[in-house]
């Protein structure tokens, strides 16, 4: 497995990263299932294992401090924190009091003294950015956190982030975590280049298109169910003309893929891990089958007119469906923003 350097951090990490996401009630609800697939993933050469405290209320961090025991001082590990984890009104967000509480149960799931990478999941306008660096830098300071970094930022809010904690002495993130695949390509526009212009570490998550490149999704095909598509209604909605211009899109791809000899999910993965500005594509594996499928993609080349055909079907720079780019401001959601 190929290292990479993660930003200007000097740390060196696999070129695939382990997503747990489904490991826990989103996805397999067998612990020990799921433990030998991140044991395998471990063997193969990964040593960059992300989660989330939000991924089955918690329930994947602890999956995830029972694989890792033994084994913690090899990994990289990050987590995320952001979103909801119970009722009351501060049990979310950005805010110093939720970040510093939220810190201990994560810590506490995953059976660790320390974070190596703790991530803001997503933007949150109504919070001070410099409120939630600050923080941070606080756990940096204390030995908790190792590194911090953003997922789902817009350009101008990793901007921001970078010129808050270089005049305010925070620290820095030095990664982002966006959603990328040949489906949704909108951060080549902006972040990428962002991104690289700072320095940063590219951690792209849903190379897969939210399992719209698995091969599961196909024209005249049934639509498969899942509590993501429950979830998610605008990305899996099939009457919906932006969905329908990703099943188009979809059999273009399924048919180059073909052509060029590589199975459409390798195909996908290696897509984003050509990309010069990208450090690690995270896989989000549910099964030992679907960890080797992508574990195989490390070592596809992807040649020069296979790119170009890829650009054809899905220009640069655009969304298939822009419900996929994974955050939306505020003031496009609630029309009483937008008027007096």
């Not at 961090?61 to 979103?83: N, Q, Y």
């Not at 410099?130 to 956190?145: I, P």
Request: aromatic fraction near 6%; hydrophobic fraction near 35%; charge should be negative.
């Amino acid at each position: 497995m190929e290292l990479r350097t993660l930003g200007r951090t000097g740390l060196e990490v696999s070129s695939l990263c382990l997503g747990t996401m489904m490991f826990g009630a989103w996805g397999e609800p067998d612990h020990d299932e799921s433990i030998r697939v991140i044991h395998r993933a471990l063997d193969a050469g990964i040593n960059f294992v992300d989660t989330a405290d939000v991924y089955s209320a918690g329930e994947s961090e602890e999956i995830v401090g029972k694989a890792l025991k033994g084994r913690r001082d090899e990994i990289v590990l990050a987590t995320k924190v952001h979103g909801r984890m119970g009722e009351g009104p501060n049990r979310f967000g950005n805010t110093r009091r939720w970040i510093l509480m939220e810190v201990e149960n994560s810590l506490r799931r995953l059976g660790t003294d320390w974070i190596d990478l703790y991530q803001i999941h997503r933007p949150e306008p109504g919070t001070d950015i410099d409120e939630t660096l600050g923080a941070l830098t606080d756990l940096v300071r204390a030995g908790k956190v190792r590194y911090i970094g953003s997922s789902t930022f817009q350009p101008s809010q990793i901007v921001e982030a970078q010129w808050v904690a270089e005049r305010r002495g925070r620290e820095r993130f030095v990664s982002e975590q966006p959603p990328y695949s040949m489906l949704v390509r909108g951060i080549e526009a902006e972040v990428l280049p962002v991104c690289e212009r700072y320095g940063m570490g590219v951690i792209p998550w849903s190379p897969l298109g939210g399992s719209w490149l698995s091969g599961r999704y196909r024209k005249g095909g049934s639509t498969p169910g899942g509590m993501r598509a429950q979830r998610l209604p605008q990305r899996y909605d099939m009457s919906r003309p932006e969905n329908q211009r990703k099943l188009d899109a979809v059999e273009e791809l399924s048919l180059l893929a073909e052509e060029a000899g590589i199975p459409l999910p390798r195909l996908a993965i290696a897509f984003v891990l050509r990309h010069p500005t990208v450090t690690s594509p995270i896989i989000g594996p549910r099964t030992m089958e679907q960890l080797e499928d992508a574990l195989a993609a490390a070592d596809v080349e992807l040649s020069a007119d296979v790119l170009d055909r890829i650009d054809e079907i899905v220009p640069p720079g655009t969304n298939v469906n822009p419900a996929d780019g994974g955050w939306s401001p505020p003031s496009l959601a609630d029309a009483s923003l937008r008027r007096r």
